[in-house]
């Protein structure tokens, strides 16, 4: 199978990077160094799937998923083998590329197609069938946009990358700073960018009192796109060469297509679904692109409808509806999530932006009293979580915060736009937000949602440096970094949230290398399931692959790494 390395950038663009895999790879692919990588993924994904099982009765499920950065294609894998057992989530949870993720969930589960069925209504195993399959075919949606010319928009971070480094921008600042102002100022402004371009950035360069100073800071910057470091705090205030805007209505027309919007063809749909869905339980996409559908194949008849829904939007795409402008939660329960500055911590940081814009001295000190961890949602769930009714003492609960209604158009500029790919920004009213790295274990809230059961999607290993260090810049000390983050003090709010998942799907997405999406997705398809709940065994046919200990950190509680 062939991937397209501009997706992995977009994935590392929109989540946010677990650093105890190789996060810095991510920038190393962005730079181009092959357009498309081989992934040699086994079609079989050794399961032993009975062709008459199903999820009979099957507990109504929500799903904390940590977000993972350029390895966003393991949420697809893990969600597709959990629907095929367990049916489709009611409920979700998760911020960065786990609101993507959560978007695509959403997207999925409102298709008319995955309730009906030809003339009736699907039955429990047909729709998880189906829906799963949803989930398995982003991968064939992916090898479609990277034989189009919109291949472009998803790889531009990766562009502006070898750009800069063929002009030796960041040497032409030292012998010609002025120059070297222009040829950014060029690149970032050419035809075929400056619609994905961060409009900051060229404004940054056009006002700035000292343009090479911001030059350097910015060509800086890119050189550690997308490996999630923390460096110092100026990565709260520069901004992002990258306009999350844009890919959020990017990112609209893949869900759009996923929940069957206009003009999707809906027979074709119904037609593909009832040849591939059934049949292709228990495969990965390689393995069901290859099964019969009508006189082609499932992969072909797939790749006819989306080229045919592309063609169709980007011909005229005003005139349909976009899933980007529904609200977040109209369909499913879901909550996405984002660290927000609140009272004295955005005087502070104003005070630093504008120094930083007239490129003086900054200094930016806040107390982390002053940084609470926000959620969208719809109303109702929102007062549930910050009601906190079941009386959790934690840290990252009691620091809960509604930001209201919004749609996913505005959630997607938010939770993805992480310090270093963006700068803090802006909420609606008086706060700034601060990125989506502030919950990576979401069980809490589902489980003060009232979700019947809650499955972790995570992976092994502990930590995540480049949360605690965004926390230490806005003024976590170590008591802080302990209470939100250690996995062996039961009273941290990582270990809370471990002990009170009901299953913990425990992938090890972080060995593979980012441009091994067949690793990724089959990884994560055949990850362990953690649980001592008897009712993961109880249906008709439970996963395969049920442990009540895997023994490994980050999933087994107490068990650091």
């Known amino acids: 199978m062939r991937v397209a390395i ?23 692919d962005a730079m181009g160094v092959d357009g498309a990588v081989d992934s040699d993924v086994p079609t079989d994904a050794g399961t032993d799937v009975a062709p008459d099982a199903g999820p009979a009765d099957p507990p109504e499920i929500c799903v904390g998923i940590r977000g993972n950065g350029p390895r966003i294609t393991a949420h697809f894998g893990s969600l597709s083998r959990i629907i095929e057992h367990y049916g489709v989530p009611v409920g979700g949870a998760g911020g960065s ?27 429990p195993l047909e729709r998880a069938n189906r829906a799963a399959l949803m989930f398995k075919s982003i991968l064939g949606y992916l090898e479609v946009l990277l034989e189009s010319e919109e291949a472009l928009s998803f ?14 921008i960041a040497a032409l600042l030292d012998t010609s700073p002025s120059e070297a102002v222009d040829a950014l100022e060029a690149i970032l402004s050419s035809d075929d960018l400056r619609s994905l371009v961060n409009p900051e950035v060229l404004q940054l360069l056009a006002d700035s009192p000292n343009p090479v100073f911001h030059a350097r800071d910015i060509v800086g910057a890119l050189a550690s796109a997308a490996s999630f470091e923390v460096t110092d705090d100026t990565i709260l205030l520069r901004p992002g060469v990258l306009s999350f805007p844009a890919f959020a209505q990017l990112l609209g027309r893949i869900a759009s297509f996923y929940a069957a919007y206009e003009p999707v063809d809906q027979d074709a749909m119904e037609s593909w679904l009832s040849d591939c869905a ?3 339980r228990g495969m990965l996409w390689p393995m069901v692109a290859e099964l019969p559908s009508g006189e082609s194949t499932c992969g072909e008849v797939f790749r006819t409808m989306v080229t045919d829904y592309r063609a169709a939007v980007r011909a005229d ?26 009272g004295d911590a955005v005087t502070a940081w104003e005070a630093a932006r504008a120094d930083y814009l007239q490129a003086d001295e900054h200094t930016f000190s806040v107390d982390f009293d002053d940084i609470r961890f926000g959620y969208w949602g719809q109303t109702s769930d929102l007062n549930l979580v910050t009601g906190n009714p079941n009386g959790y003492p934690d840290l990252k609960t009691s620091k809960a915060l509604s930001l209201g209604e919004a749609t996913w158009r505005e959630v997607l500029a938010f939770s993805p736009a992480e310090p270093g790919l963006a700068r803090a920004l802006e909420l609606p009213g008086d706060n700034v937000s601060a990125g989506g790295w502030s919950d990576l274990q979401p069980t809490l809230v589902l489980q003060n ?20 260090g965004v926390a230490r810049l806005l003024g976590a000390d170590d008591t802080d970094i302990d209470s939100l983050f250690s996995f062996t003090d039961a009273t941290s709010s990582t270990y809370l949230s471990i002990e009170q998942s009901d299953g913990i799907w425990c992938t090890d997405w972080d060995t593979p290398p980012t441009t091994d999406i067949g690793a990724i997705t089959l990884d994560s398809y055949t990850a362990p399931l953690e649980t001592d709940d008897p009712v993961f065994e109880s249906v008709a046919d439970p996963y395969g692959n049920i442990t009540g200990s895997t023994g490994l950190p980050g999933c087994t509680l107490g068990v650091d790494g």
């Open 6 to 28: 501009s997706f992995l950038v977009l994935s590392a663009v929109f989540g946010c990077g677990d650093d105890d895999g190789d996060p810095g790879d991510a920038g190393v």
């Open 97 to 123: 590329s786990g609101s993507i993720t959560l978007f695509f969930l959403e997207s999925v589960a409102m298709n008319p197609l995955i309730e009906t069925c030809g003339d009736g209504p699907c039955d």
């Open 155 to 168: 790889g531009v971070l990766a562009d502006i990358i070898m750009r800069v480094q063929d002009e030796g």
């Open 278 to 280: 059934s049949p292709g």
């Open 317 to 342: 795409e005003e005139s349909f509806p976009t899933r980007a402008d529904d609200p977040v939660g109209g369909e499913l329960r879901v909550l996405v999530s984002t660290s927000v500055m609140v």
């Open 449 to 468: 949602l009232g979700c019947e059961k809650v499955v972790y999607l995570t992976r092994q290993g502990t930590g995540s440096s480049f949360a605690s």
